[in-house]
């Protein structure tokens, strides 16, 4: 419970079906981190998560999610949002296709600091409306069968066979619909000292934040480090997924790794990370964060790819 902990997540086996790809490695009650690299589209079921909203991040690959809703194209650094109950199958373009999801089993939501009372992002906020690409290109298919929706419940996931095909909807109106929010339309908020990891929140539930960390200009005081200074988290565990460019905190970074600090004990730079640090302008990194108000727990699939060493990289 209480050690520093890094997974390779590229060492995740791929799987041809979608469903099989999927691998929780780190859980609680309110949400699981879940690698996926599945080769294959779904072609012949459909699925629904009845149990929780579902975030998906993608890391490679490209394709689109075709929902009731209509068709969302996706590519590499997108997060697609699915709000629970959503019908959806995605058709990948190939077989190369790496996913960071997570299931939030509380409402998936924009922090609500950024929003005005009317709904609407405000102008501090680091993105806008304009970056939302909602569904596009509804296809009614007025189709009678036996057309599988495989629906998880409770952890199951069970099979629900519709008489006609599930995206038979004409027209939709609401508030609630799957959309895309790409990390790379995320405008980083930067200082001249240090910034706290809250500039990078981008979405917020009751039990967790998701956070971006994206390509920007490093503290500009003339006696600004740049590397973060070593911490303790005392109200989340810290989960950071790598996705591309240099750490200056941290060596022998991989794409897909994955660090755990849990709250209660400090981290920070690796020896040498600080005074390299020094004069630095920016930072070329992307990374996705999620820091959870309560405790996580390893799987066996997270065990199976685990840097065993990594706690001890501290005297590096």
Request: net charge negative; charged share 25%.
């Amino acid at each position: 419970m209480l050690k520093h902990r890094s997974f390779e997540g590229f060492n995740l086996k791929p799987a041809k079906d979608y469903l099989d790809s999927r691998k929780a490695i780190l859980v609680n009650n309110d949400c699981h981190i879940v690698l996926a690299a599945p080769q294959q589209s779904m072609t012949d079921y459909f699925y629904k998560n009845a149990d929780a909203d579902e975030m998906i991040f993608v890391h490679e690959g490209t394709g689109k999610v075709k929902t009731q809703y209509g068709e969302l194209p996706f590519g590499y650094g997108d997060y697609i949002v699915l709000p629970r109950g959503t019908i959806y199958q995605i058709e990948f373009d190939d077989e190369k296709n790496r996913l960071f999801i997570v299931e939030s089993f509380t409402p998936l939501r924009f922090p609500k600091r950024y929003m005005s009372h009317y709904g609407q992002l405000m102008e501090h906020a680091p993105f806008c409306e304009r970056d939302i690409r909602t569904p596009q290109d509804l296809k009614t298919i007025d189709e009678k069968g036996d057309f599988l929706i495989k629906t998880k419940k409770k952890g199951i996931l069970y099979g629900l066979h519709y008489g006609t095909h599930p995206f038979d909807v004409i027209g939709w109106d609401g508030c609630c619909y799957p959309y895309i929010f790409s990390i790379h339309d995320f405008e980083p908020i930067t200082g001249r000292v240090h910034q706290p990891p809250p500039v990078h929140q981008t979405f917020e539930t009751s039990a967790f934040v998701v956070c971006s960390f994206v390509p920007r200009l490093y503290d500009y005081h003339p006696d600004a480090i740049p590397a973060p200074y070593n911490h303790s988290n005392i109200d989340s565990d810290e989960l950071l997924y790598y996705v591309d460019g240099e750490f200056m905190s941290r060596k022998h970074v991989t794409r897909g790794m994955i660090t755990l600090h849990p709250a209660g004990i400090p981290h920070g730079p690796q020896p040498g990370a600080v005074e390299k640090s020094i004069g630095a302008k920016e930072t070329g990194e992307l990374a996705v964060m999620v820091d959870t108000f309560r405790p996580l727990q390893l799987t066996v699939a997270a065990l199976e790819i685990e840097n065993e060493g990594y706690v001890m990289s501290w005297a590096e």
